[in-house]
């Protein structure tokens, strides 16, 4: 990450210094400015595996590094092997998001580290207090929170904790892939023939970008909002009535909405429901970013599809696998059937395979693949 | 932050207006008045399912009326009844209003149909009666008296003799700006029927109508219009609290003439802009705050919903569920006797037209 420090040694100003081609400038939250300091403060609580209960945990077992700030695993696994039901979203650009998490239920970076730590199949923290009693007693964190925050150990609180984690995670954008090259820098040959063929596709038949969507100088490909495409949902259509009621009485009643959406596959798909309790929104999930899709692998909220290539296949069919597979009725608009060719199939996934930031790419020869070995080298 | 569980609750309330507690929160929020018996009925309308051929039908219009039906059955606590407020077919064949049927067969809820005129030009509405009945009836329902008109009703030359075929016929009246076409009217014979039924229910019982064409005149090259609105408003306008609730101009609609209030429904097929001119007579003109946004035509649910409507001390909240937007209520305000959205009509909250694309 030599090319992250550089950045980060510029200071303040290193943003508006250093734009990663096909970015926006990074939403900074007034209250919480980024410095060199807090961000390094950031990335050691980021690493620490003893925010968890077994001391076996921390933020970057599922956000690796080195498979781009994801676990490549369908769903997360926390504490003593426990998994939850939803597949780990890149870190990668996370700035950029209106919201966090895949149903939205957190408004900011600083608001989403808090619940991990005491999420019971992440890092089952017994509170957030226990956190601060880990960092009260360790003098190289007390000196770091005073230099960045002007606060005593007794005075650390669990905002500034997070508010140190969220300005580590600000630094972790990336942009300059060959597709912000061409299309963005003017070089013509930064991508292939078949990937300039399948952005094509991407603007027309293929409706990706209602959803992914780009600007005139940057391209953040999501549209911040949430749509039921057919993930989880389609195979629960006749019990919907039955657990919506239930998990809104279950609400009602005080239950821990972090911790229900993450320990039941059930309660997971029903998605931005299960934060609104708007009927709309049933099965409803976050447009994720597309920006270095080729190396986070495996897709959708529960990581049930493999391969990039399965996830355009489903959306060809109109939201389901196999085509002949009946949709959920709560399907949003926007999906239906696209008849894409082979041909086009194949050049929408070399256009997303170009949309990898040099500092994540691997080797051309195996994509995703390659990432997924060098973790289980580790 | 430690929250204490009364405040939870109340969070946790008022977060979940639109799906599980919400009637008794719309209630609150505008009814003054005692007695009376409060109820919820869902009320899903112009579905246009249209068969391409065989067993092929519009994938849009299926999905549009599907997922109204399966979100009405998630609604808790559950309504009393569904509204169907008609144009279930686009060209009134069996095949279509089959099709739509069998889709309505999958609610929860008894189910009351109205007869629209995508239903009605093909087979004069003989088909549709197979289905669901009378053309118009009424019913009482706690407390409340309901009226079913058919009221796109035309002239009898219009119907009987100007055309040649059936076919031709329903074509004719589908379309819009035609000038083959002809005004809706609810008609003398069951004017005098709806006389006859309202001769002996007290002034002060709530009447609510169920019509498929606005029960007042808007506009008329769309037949956002009824011919002798004027006529039937003259039956209804002795009863202390009337409400007209009616589909067919696929948008949202409010007004208010004398003690009669008028509510229109969503489609679940597509909306239509609201119409660039309201000729005819200023005193009708309905409130319209906000004009919807254009359709995403990316998006084949933009623009289209349902609605559940609350009943409350004979009045209604009509609460529009629009997708990928934000719902809406529109209630009766006691205060100002008419009905309000009870969010945008306050002019600080406004959002502004769209005036540009």
């Known amino acids: 990450m030599r090319w992250m420090l550089l950045l980060v040694s510029l200071g303040a100003a290193w943003h508006a210094a250093a734009q990663p081609l096909g970015l926006p400038p990074v939403p900074i939250p007034e209250d919480n400015p980024i410095t060199p300091a807090k961000v390094a403060l950031g990335e050691r609580l980021f690493n620490d595996v003893r925010f968890s209960s077994t001391g076996a945990v921390s933020c970057a077992t599922c956000h690796a590094p080195a498979t781009a700030f994801t676990d490549a695993r369908q769903v997360s696994v926390g504490i003593n092997g426990l998994t939850g039901t939803r597949n780990a979203p890149t870190v990668v650009n996370a700035a950029y998001n209106a919201t966090q998490f895949w149903d939205g239920r957190s408004p900011s970076l600083e608001d989403q580290a808090l619940h991990p730590i005491v999420n019971p199949v992440e890092m089952a923290m017994p509170s957030h207090d226990a956190v601060l009693e880990i960092i009260r ?27 140190a984690i969220a300005a580590f995670e600000r630094t972790q954008v990336a942009g300059d892939s060959p597709f912000d090259r061409w299309y963005f820098g003017g070089e013509d040959d930064a991508i292939s023939d078949a990937a300039k063929r399948g952005f094509d596709v991407f603007l027309t038949d293929g409706r990706c970008v209602s959803c992914h969507t780009i600007e005139q100088d ?61 009927l709309s929104e049933i099965g409803a999930f976050k447009t994720p970013t597309l920006r270095n899709v080729a190396v986070t692998a495996p897709y959708m909220h529960d990581g049930s599809l493999a391969t990039l290539r399965e996830v355009v296949e489903h959306y060809n069919n109109g939201g389901v696998i196999p085509a002949d597979a009946p949709v959920n009725h709560y399907l949003s608009g926007g999906i239906r059937p696209l ?13 997303m395979e170009s949309l990898t930031s040099p500092q994540f790419a691997v080797p051309t020869t195996s994509g995703p693949v390659a990432a997924l070995d060098r973790r289980e080298e580790q | 932050m430690k929250m204490n569980r009364r405040g939870f609750l109340q969070r946790s309330g008022a977060a979940m207006a639109g799906s599980i507690l919400p009637v008794s929160l719309v209630k609150l929020a505008f009814g003054q008045e005692q007695g009376g018996q409060d109820f919820t009925f869902a009320y899903i309308s112009d579905s246009h399912i249209q068969q391409i051929s065989g067993a092929r039908f519009v994938r849009n219009w299926d999905q549009g009326l599907k997922r109204a039906v399966a979100e009405a059955n998630l609604l808790e606590p559950a309504p009393d009844f569904v509204v169907f407020g008609g144009d279930l077919a686009q060209l009134g064949t069996k095949a279509e209003l089959d099709h739509g049927a069998e889709m ?58 100007r055309w040649e075929t059936p076919e031709r016929r329903m074509l004719e009246m589908a379309g819009l700006d ?108 309905p409130v319209m705050t906000v004009p919807m946004n254009r359709a995403d035509p990316f998006n084949e649910r933009d623009a289209t919903g349902w609605q559940f409507v609350d009943v409350h001390t004979g009045r209604v909240a009509v609460n529009y569920t629009l997708y990928d937007n934000k719902n809406r209520t529109v209630a009766f305000n006691a205060a100002t006797g008419r009905p309000e959205d009870m969010e945008y009509q306050h002019p600080p909250r406004r959002i502004p037209p769209q005036a540009h694309y």
């Open chain 1, 137 to 163: 007693a360790d003098r190289e964190y007390t000196r770091a929170f005073r230099n960045v925050f002007d606060v005593r150990p007794e005075q650390i609180r669990i905002e500034h904790v997070t508010k």
């Open chain 1, 218 to 278: 940057h391209a953040l490909f999501t549209d911040h909002r949430f749509h039921n495409i057919g993930i989880g949902v389609n195979a629960m259509q006749d019990r919907i009535g039955e657990l919506a009621k239930a998990f809104l009485v279950a609400k009602a009643q005080g239950i821990d909405v972090d911790a229900a959406v993450l320990s039941d596959p059930d309660t997971s798909h029903l998605g931005r429901f299960a934060v609104t309790g708007d």
């Open chain 1, 339 to 351: 008849n894409l060719t082979e041909q086009q199939i194949d050049d929408l996934v070399t256009f």
């Open chain 2, 104 to 161: 309505l067969s999958a609610l929860r809820y008894p189910l009351y149909c109205v007869m629209g005129e995508h239903d009605y030009y093909l087979d004069l509405g003989e088909y549709w009666s197979e289905l669901f009945g009378d053309h118009y009836y009424s019913f009482d329902h706690k407390g409340v008296h309901f009226v079913v008109l058919n009221s796109i009703l035309t002239y009898d030359e219009w119907t009987y003799e």
């Open chain 2, 178 to 285: 035609n000038p083959n076409g002809s005004p809706f009217m609810v008609g003398e014979r069951q004017r005098e029927w709806l006389r006859n039924d309202l001769a002996n229910v007290p002034r002060s019982t709530p009447i609510v109508v169920l019509s498929h064409s606005p029960l007042q005149k808007i506009y008329k090259g769309w037949n956002f219009w009824t011919e002798d609105a004027e006529e039937v408003q003259a039956i209804l306008a002795p009863f202390e609290k009337v409400t007209v609730l009616y589909g067919h101009v696929h948008q949202i609609q409010y007004n208010q003439i004398g003690s009669i209030s008028f509510h229109s429904a969503m489609a679940t097929a597509w909306p239509w802009p609201y119409p660039s001119t309201y000729a005819q007579s200023g005193a009708y003109v």
